[in-house]
């Protein structure tokens, strides 16, 4: 999925590696379907009211569908990271792997994860990881 243009243009040196087999090798090819998702890219943007998350995820499983893939892999990154993420969540039958280059996370809490959030306090972040780690100098 494409959602702004420098995703895009970061992608398309990737596409004909990914679609061409290799020259007298035994390499994989595959389609691609390229989406540029609405409101980004080279897309006008949607007008329905509720237009969300789910409702990306829905549109980009019914188009794959459409083209005929009854399963499919996802690649997102930006903004169409979050999308990928939600495809894979709401029709694991259908999207059976992802790759996304944009993960974002959170500090583990005691609510959500006590175990994890205790290692969290307990374990000091190492020299390299602080200094990659903006305003966290003090961990």
């Given at each position: 999925?494409?959602?702004?243009?420098?995703?895009?243009?970061?992608?398309?040196?990737l596409?004909?590696?990914?679609?061409?087999?290799?020259?007298?090798?035994?390499?994989?090819?595959?389609d691609?379907?390229?989406?540029?998702?609405?409101?980004?890219?080279f897309?006008?943007?949607?007008?329905?009211?509720?237009?969300?998350?789910?409702?990306?995820?829905?549109?980009l499983?019914?188009?794959?569908q459409?083209?005929?893939?009854?399963?499919?892999?996802?690649?997102?990154?930006?903004?169409?990271?979050?999308?990928?993420?939600?495809?894979?969540?709401?029709?694991?039958?259908?999207?059976?792997?992802?790759?996304?280059?944009m993960?974002?996370?959170?500090?583990?809490?005691?609510?959500?994860?006590?175990?994890?959030?205790?290692?969290?306090?307990?374990?000091?972040?190492?020299?390299?990881?602080?200094?990659?780690?903006?305003?966290?100098?003090?961990?």
């Open positions: 999925m494409a959602g702004l243009a420098p995703s895009l243009k970061e992608v398309t040196k596409l004909y590696t990914l679609s061409a087999p290799g020259a007298g090798k035994s390499l994989p090819a595959f691609i379907v390229a989406p540029s998702l609405p409101i980004f890219g897309s006008v943007g949607t007008k329905r009211k509720g237009f969300g998350l789910d409702k990306y995820a829905e549109v499983h019914k188009l794959m459409k083209l005929g893939y009854e399963k499919y892999v996802t690649q997102g990154g930006d903004w169409s990271c979050i999308i990928t993420r939600a495809m894979g969540k709401l029709y694991p039958t259908a999207c059976v792997a992802s790759h996304i280059n993960p974002r996370g959170q500090r583990p809490s005691l609510t959500s994860n006590p175990i994890l959030a205790l290692q969290h306090l307990l374990a000091p972040y190492t020299e390299s990881e602080r200094k990659v780690l903006p305003g966290q100098s003090g961990l």
